[in-house]
Nanobody, 116 residues
Framework: QVQLVESGGGLVQPGGSLRLSCAASGFTFKNYVMRWIRQAPGKERELVADISAGGGTTRYLDSVKGRFTISRDNGKNMVYLQMDSLKPDDTAVYYC?????????WGPGTQVTVSS
């Protein structure tokens, strides 16, 4: 069965860094666009970053450009989000998301809290 297993969330002080990881199984990972999506309480979901199936094209939410980096390893069925210079406004549940031709899969989400 399809699984997206996330790790790496936690509590960090402003200016700190975290690296989120997502391990995929049960589908042809290399054919899917992968995304990181976040949601804070009472706020809309935001597309944080995405990466093309081959890893050659990336896109970012304006507010995270220059601070976050999405990457993938198709040989390991893994996608990552390196988050640097974290701000309190980055606090949210972060979800790993796979999409191809209308088929989509979600991870369970991992909490990221940025606070002093």
């Amino acid at each position: 069965q399809v699984q997206l297993v996330e790790s790496g969330g936690g509590l960090v002080q402003p200016g700190g860094s975290l690296r989120l990881s997502c391990a995929a199984s049960g589908f042809t990972f290399k054919n899917y666009v992968m995304r990181w999506i976040r949601q804070a309480p009472g706020k809309e979901r935001e597309l944080v970053a995405d990466i093309s199936a081959g890893g050659g094209t990336t896109r970012y939410l304006d507010s995270v450009k220059g601070r976050f980096t999405i990457s993938r390893d198709n040989g390991k069925n893994m996608v990552y989000l390196q988050m640097d210079s974290l701000k309190p406004d980055d606090t949210a549940v972060y979800y790993c998301y796979a999409v191809r031709s209308g088929r989509e899969y979600w991870g369970p989400g991992t909490q990221v809290t940025v606070s002093s």
